[in-house]
């Protein structure tokens, strides 16, 4: 159980954040020129891997264990 349990975790959170990923890039491939001139490229990309990063340790650490959890309790109940 705890195997399958990690494994799932690690499966729905990989989707999830690949999802995320891909989301921002294609905002970013919509985003017009004249944004990137005004703004400095390499600090709006170190931003979003940050980001991007941030929520793959909360969705890892926390709501994808708790969800988990509370699924289990169902199933015990």
């Known amino acids: 159980a705890g195997y399958g349990r990690g494994h ?11 999802a ?4 921002l890039f294609e905002h ?3 985003v017009s020129l004249s944004f990137y001139s ?3 490229s390499g ?3 170190f931003t979003l891997m940050q980001e ?5 340790g909360l ?3 926390g709501v994808m264990l708790v969800l988990i959890d ?8």
């Open 59 to 61: 969705v890892h650490g």
């Open 38 to 40: 005004a703004n400095q």
């Open 20 to 23: 995320l990923r891909q989301d």
């Open 8 to 18: 799932f975790n690690y499966k729905m959170g990989n989707r999830i954040v690949t």
């Open 28 to 30: 970013l491939q919509r």
């Open 52 to 56: 991007v990063h941030g929520i793959n």
């Open 43 to 45: 600090s709006l990309v």
């Open 70 to 77: 509370l699924f289990q309790l169902a199933v015990a109940a």
